[in-house]
């Protein structure tokens, strides 16, 4: 479309007082005509243009006091409509004030005209008013157009509104919502031709306005993205959206996803801290294929390591990160095979090894206890030892909020990990744990499950209606991860904070909601074996400060080393691998049991 035919404010403004100016001095000289039935007496045609300049004067002053030019056309309804009238009784209203304190002025003037011209002019500026709403009704060229709200107000929010009258798109804007404290003093007042309101004012939006869509700013934090999903899901707006600001002029519009609405954003993040901990230094990442493990790699890349040196026992996950980090050193390794990794650690001369090799899902490890040990356990003090004998500086192992008073094999092998890395003579090295929750988007997560379970209809499979369990964003929580480790000094087990736990049965609702308009029914299928209702992330309250409220450190648990090396000995060759578990992880309750 060329330039000069573009919509804009300026030139809707000016049309439409033209257009007024124009049939308000027509209606005005048709209730003349009918006053005086077609035969108008010249001596009352004398005060006319006097008139004239003044009503119309008065009827554009308020017809703007009630934000009728500022209306986009195609858009026109009821609400403005409403206004227009308004506009009208005012205008007439203080036009017959002014007839009654000064008659001379319009004399001779039928008092009558008032009246008549009041109700025509109302009549066709509203109806050139109507007009494009009801030929598009008509011709149906642009009818799947959704009333949109606006949550939220950024620099980018005068954009976006200027994109979406724009483009194509099937959204227009019929309001703003200040959603943050430090906006609410913009109440009331317009933005690019939309006023801003209250969150209160939202059901008022939907009647009026019947409003379907909504489009939350990108830039809201987290702990206001989930107050306004909640606040429009309750309001029953199903269509929610997210913008995403690109550059000065655009903005793109995108499926708001559950990750965004159940990630908690850490506010001490000191990427300084991680930049100084990783830059420089030669990092040699176990399970650097799985989720966790390829997310760290990816940000000891972005902060700056100077060898990366990626192990994973699957040829696949190992590919995939190689292809996302060329420059990293690829290396197909099993840790449960120690002299392989003992020559790789050698070979390596890595400054921090970061152990994210792990079997994490809880019923395939309680259906193979044997490899559930080998892999976490054994793997797991072949990873310690070698790099102690290596004189790697810092080893981070990550654990689980499993961990605690575990009720599985999974979470019990990982306690034992934990264990054996506190107790441990770690020499020259650091040795630190890092014990968190679920991340979203990990392999196995209930997120994806949930999704395909959606996509294919129903129903969504959830154990039990009161499992609960933490989550937080992968990137985060490996953030959090490499600052912990920078700030260990050996020996202690972190606790990352992951905030509030989510029910499921609540979380897969909001999915419902979130990714469809059907019916998607739930069933419960039961506690699998080793699961648990509640993850717990610490045994007891004696957890210690660091200068970071998202990460603490537990208790120190003291154990015989060489008693503990006795026993994981006797893990490997035991058929009672259970009872010797709870041996050594005497709050190990198996859930079946």
Same mark, same amino acid.
């Given at each position: 479309m060329n330039g000069w035919l573009r919509p804009s404010s300026a030139k809707r403004i000016t049309f439409f007082l033209l257009s007024d100016v124009?049939?308000?001095?027509?209606?005005?000289?048709?209730?003349?005509?009918?006053?005086?039935?077609?035969?108008?007496?010249?001596?009352?045609?004398?005060?006319?243009?006097?008139?004239?300049?003044?009503?119309?004067?008065?009827?554009?002053?308020?017809?703007?006091?009630?934000?009728?030019?500022?209306?986009?056309?195609?858009?026109?309804?009821?609400?403005?409509?409403k206004n227009l009238f308004f506009a009208h009784l005012a205008t007439y209203a203080v036009f017959a004030l002014i007839h009654t304190v000064n008659s001379t002025l319009f004399s001779p003037f039928p008092r009558s005209v008032i009246i008549i011209d009041l109700f025509l002019s109302f009549i066709f500026l509203g109806g050139i008013r109507l007009l494009k709403r009801m030929l598009l009704d008509i011709s149906g060229p642009r009818e799947n157009l959704e009333p949109t709200l606006l949550i939220g107000i950024s620099a980018s929010t005068a954009n976006l509104i200027k994109s979406m009258l724009e483009s194509s798109n099937e959204y227009y804007p019929v309001g703003i919502i200040a959603l943050q404290e430090k906006n609410y003093n913009m109440i009331g007042s317009y933005l690019n031709n939309i006023k801003i309101s209250?969150?209160?004012?939202?059901?008022?939006?939907?009647?009026n306005k019947s409003v379907t869509a909504a489009i939350i700013d990108g830039s809201l934090p987290n702990e206001y993205l989930r107050e306004a999903y909640q606040l429009l899901s309750?309001?029953?707006?199903?269509?929610?959206?997210?913008?995403?600001?690109?550059?000065?002029?655009?903005?793109?519009?995108?499926?708001?996803?559950?990750?965004?609405?159940?990630? /908690?954003?850490?506010?001490? %993040?000191? #990427? =300084?801290?991680? $930049?100084?901990?990783? /830059?420089?230094?030669?990092? %040699?990442? #176990? =399970?650097?294929? $799985?989720?966790?493990g390829s997310e760290i790699a990816q940000q000891c890349h972005r902060f700056g390591a100077a060898n990366l040196i990626l192990l994973d026992h699957s040829e696949y996950n190992l590919y995939q990160i190689g292809e996302k980090i060329p420059s990293a050193t690829v290396l197909l390794c099993n840790i449960i095979d120690k002299e392989i990794l003992d020559?790789?650690?050698?070979?390596?001369?890595?400054?921090?090894?970061?152990?994210?090799?792990?079997?994490?899902?809880?019923?395939?490890?309680?259906?193979?206890i044997h490899a559930a040990i080998m892999n976490n356990i054994i793997g797991s003090r072949n990873v310690i030892d070698s790099a102690i004998a290596n004189n790697v500086s810092k080893v981070v192992i990550i654990s689980t909020d499993k961990a605690v008073r575990p009720t599985n094999v999974m979470g019990a092998t990982k306690r034992?990990?934990?264990?054996?890395?506190?107790?441990?003579?770690?020499?020259?090295?650091?040795?630190?744990?890092?014990?968190?929750?679920?991340?979203?988007?990990?392999?196995?997560?209930?997120?994806?499950?949930?999704?395909?379970?959606?996509?294919?209809?129903g129903p969504i499979t959830i154990t039990h209606p009161d499992i609960t369990r933490y989550f937080m964003l992968i990137s985060e929580a490996c953030q959090l991860v490499l600052q912990a480790a920078a700030i260990a000094r050996g020996g202690e087990l972190f606790i990352l904070d992951m905030g509030e736990s989510v029910k499921i049965t609540d979380l897969a609702q909001t999915m419902i909601r979130l990714y469809t308009s059907e019916p998607i029914e739930i069933i419960y299928t039961g506690l699998r074996p080793?699961?648990?209702?509640?993850?717990?992330?610490?045994?007891?309250?004696?957890?210690?400060?660091?200068?970071?409220?998202?990460?603490?450190?537990?208790?120190?648990?003291?154990?015989?080393?060489?008693?503990?090396?006795?026993?994981?000995?006797?893990?490997?060759?035991?058929?009672?691998?259970?009872?010797?578990?709870q041996n050594i992880v005497p709050e190990f309750a198996p859930s079946h049991e």
């Open positions: 124009f049939l308000s001095l027509f209606t005005l000289f048709c209730a003349y005509l009918l006053r005086f039935n077609f035969d108008i007496p010249p001596e009352f045609l004398d005060p006319f243009i006097v008139v004239a300049v003044t009503l119309i004067s008065i009827k554009a002053f308020f017809i703007h006091w009630f934000k009728n030019y500022t209306i986009i056309w195609r858009f026109y309804g009821l609400q403005e409509a209250g969150k209160s004012d939202i059901p008022t939006f939907l009647t309750d309001a029953g707006v199903r269509n929610i959206k997210r913008s995403r600001g690109l550059d000065d002029t655009h903005n793109q519009i995108e499926e708001l996803s559950i990750e965004e609405l159940l990630a /908690r954003h850490p506010k001490d %993040l000191d #990427t =300084g801290t991680i $930049g100084v901990f990783i /830059r420089g230094k030669t990092v %040699l990442i #176990t =399970g650097a294929g $799985g989720s966790i020559t790789i650690m050698a070979d390596a001369h890595a400054d921090i090894v970061i152990h994210a090799a792990a079997y994490k899902h809880v019923p395939l490890c309680e259906a193979n034992i990990v934990e264990l054996y890395a506190q107790n441990v003579d770690p020499r020259n090295s650091e040795i630190v744990s890092v014990r968190f929750g679920n991340v979203l988007g990990s392999s196995g997560s209930v997120i994806p499950k949930f999704k395909s379970q959606i996509e294919a209809g080793g699961e648990k209702l509640y993850e717990e992330l610490l045994i007891d309250e004696s957890e210690q400060k660091t200068a970071f409220e998202s990460i603490m450190i537990a208790r120190s648990t003291p154990y015989d080393i060489n008693l503990l090396n006795q026993e994981i000995d006797d893990l490997t060759l035991s058929s009672e691998a259970r009872l010797l578990l």
